[in-house]
């Protein structure tokens, strides 16, 4: 049987402390770790710079039209 679970950062070395511990019974197929964001600059030669611009342009003007973290169900 195999199981996909989704684990908090905060739990995350105790799930799997647990796991390993069950080696005979447990085989950790693949590990993935969400939290690495990448992120790169953006630079004029993008080819999404435009759009960019023109929404940050638009979120300080109109900033009714944004919502924020908390504005989101995340159930």
């Known amino acids: 049987m ?4 989704d684990v908090k950062d905060s739990a995350l070395d105790k799930i799997l402390y647990f796991l390993e511990n069950l080696k005979s019974d447990v085989k950790i197929l693949s ?3 969400n939290s690495a964001l ?10 999404d ?4 611009s023109e929404g940050r342009k638009e979120r300080e003007t109109d900033p009714q039209n944004y919502g924020s973290l908390n504005d989101i169900n995340w159930d």
């Open 49 to 52: 710079f435009k759009f960019i």
């Open 2 to 5: 195999q199981l996909t679970i």
């Open 31 to 33: 590990k993935q770790d």
């Open 38 to 47: 990448d992120i790169q600059p953006i630079s004029k030669g993008d080819k």
